[in-house]
């Protein structure tokens, strides 16, 4: 049952995540943002493959929370999941 529920707490957990995360049309051309800001996610995983930290990123966007950068995280995580690979041969 323990394991059931750290599951269940992780779902949960991934939802509330994955809902900072918005697509709307009129908003950055419909690219995925943080909800609530017009920041793409794009850009949040560009500041983090800098390597910028988390504390840096969020005192330069005192508007975002920390939830919102591991929603971007997650975000990435779940498109790439999905993403089909194909080898491609070069002759």
């Known amino acids: 049952m323990k394991k059931y ?3 269940c707490n992780a779902l949960t957990t991934e939802e509330s995540l994955l809902n900072r ?5 009129k908003v950055m051309t419909g690219k995925p943002v ?14 983090l493959a800098q390597g910028l930290p988390f504390d840096e990123i969020l005192k330069d966007y005192p508007h975002l929370k920390k ?9 990435a995580a ?3 999941g999905k993403e089909e690979v194909y080898p491609v041969t070069l002759e």
Do not use: C, F, H, S
Request: hydrophobic letters at 55%; proline letters at 6%.
């Open 21 to 25: 995360i918005v697509v709307n049309p």
């Open 34 to 47: 943080i909800k609530g800001t017009r920041i793409p996610v794009e850009q949040v995983l560009r500041l």
């Open 67 to 75: 939830d919102d950068i591991m929603a971007a995280l997650l975000y």
């Open 5 to 7: 529920n750290l599951w």
């Open 78 to 80: 779940k498109v790439m």
